[in-house]
C-alpha cells in the first residue's frame, strides 16, 4: 500500500505531501513512521493514518511514503521502476523485487566508484 500510495504522491507533486512538509513535521518533532514499509497492506495504511493524526495538519504517513520512493527511485531510476513492474508482474513478491533491485543498484554504485582512479 505504501509504495503506490508513496508513487502516486511523487507523480502529484502535490506540495503538502513534499519532502519539505516531511522535514518541518521532523522540526516540530511530530511522530514519524520509521518503518514505512510495515504499512503494505490496507489495514496497516488505515491504522497508521489515524496514528499519526496531528493538531498541525500535516499528513506524515503521505510525506513519508513519497519520501522513501522518492530516494529509491533517485537510486534505481526509471529503469528500476520498469524492473520492479516486470518482477511482480511475473510473481515475484514485491518486497522481494524491492529489495533485490534497491541492493543491486548500491552494489553497482560501490563498483562504480572503486573502479575510480
Do not use: C
Amino acid at each position: 500500500m505504501w509504495f503506490h500510495e508513496g508513487l502516486a504522491v511523487v507523480v502529484s507533486k502535490l506540495p503538502n505531501h513534499s519532502d519539505e512538509k516531511l522535514r518541518e513535521a521532523e522540526k516540530l518533532g511530530l511522530p514519524i513512521p520509521q518503518r514505512i514499509g510495515e504499512l503494505g497492506d490496507f489495514q496497516a495504511w488505515s491504522n497508521a493514518l489515524n496514528e499519526y493524526q496531528n493538531s498541525k495538519g500535516i499528513n506524515v504517513i503521505y510525506s513519508a511514503a513519497g519520501h522513501e520512493v522518492r530516494e529509491w527511485l533517485k537510486r534505481v531510476g526509471q529503469q528500476g521502476l520498469l524492473e520492479l513492474i516486470e518482477g511482480v508482474n511475473s510473481g515475484e513478491k514485491f518486497t522481494a523485487a524491492y529489495d533485490r533491485i534497491a541492493e543491486r543498484t548500491v552494489a553497482d554504485a560501490q563498483k562504480q566508484r572503486a573502479a575510480q582512479p
